[in-house]
């Protein structure tokens, strides 16, 4: 099956700071989501990636679809304490049905 | 009222013994998602239906079973749970026919423990 690597899988960072976090794969992809999760709550959308070298933005949230297809970069900036959460990357394989999400990269923000 | 529900949303159960989890919907979606979260390792997906009549298995199916008794409902069971069942199980959704077709939309999630 696909492999998806996701990093880092933690940050401790100080509110104000800006966070990068991004997700790699062997395989081409067709998409790419991110998600946040929060504690004690489903994911839920907040970016969706679905052309190669796609730059979208939401809010102080930047997310970009790599240009080989194989990977993407989620950016949040000035982080506040709501932030804090799990942040999943999931893709969309080529060909037949395949979803596959990250292991998540877990935020922590200092007040 | 929330968009996709699930009960229960904690359960603790003995080793050996038959669970039903259950997943609502008023979206209106026609595919329906069974996953479970362990810490550190993601969202791995158990079994997914595209329809009613439509089921198939995920990456980690051994150990549960499905029904799609609706449209709107989807239920995961464990015939006969084993400690390292313990896990947050999400149902989730999404909507073929959308221009984000691979957007899935969770529900709040059921806490098993298996003791």
């Known amino acids: 099956g696909q492999q998806l690597n996701q990093s880092p899988q933690s940050m401790f960072i100080q509110e104000g700071e800006d966070v990068s976090m991004n997700c790699t794969s062997s395989s081409i992809f067709n998409t790419w989501l991110w998600y946040k999760q929060d504690p004690g709550e489903g994911p839920v959308l907040l970016i969706a990636?679905?052309?190669?070298?796609e730059l979208t933005s939401n809010g102080r949230l930047t997310a970009q679809f790599g240009i080989t297809r194989k990977d993407s970069f989620l950016n949040i900036s000035a982080s506040i304490p709501s932030d804090v959460g799990i942040y999943f990357c999931?893709?969309?394989?080529?060909?037949?049905?395949?979803?596959?999400f990250g292991k998540g990269t877990k935020l922590s923000v200092i007040p | 009222d929330a968009d996709v529900t699930q009960t229960p949303r904690n359960r603790i159960t003995k080793t050996g013994k038959r669970i039903m989890l259950e997943c609502s919907q008023t979206?209106?979606?026609?595919?329906m998602y069974w996953y479970r979260q362990d810490p550190g390792l993601g969202l791995q997906l158990i079994y997914y239906s595209f329809d009613v009549k439509d089921i198939n298995k995920g990456e980690i199916s051994d150990g549960y079973s499905v029904s799609r008794q609706a449209q709107a409902k989807f239920s995961l069971s464990l015939e006969s749970a084993i400690p390292n069942q313990t896990a947050l199980y999400f149902c989730?959704?999404?909507?073929?026919?959308?221009?984000?077709?691979?957007?899935?939309?969770f529900g709040p999630g059921t806490r098993l423990t298996v003791l």
């Open positions: 999931e893709d969309s394989g080529a060909g037949s049905y395949q979803l596959t």
């Open positions: 989730a959704t999404s909507d073929p026919l959308a221009p984000g077709d691979n957007e899935q939309f």
């Open positions: 979206k209106g979606h026609d595919r």
């Open positions: 990636l679905y052309k190669a070298g």
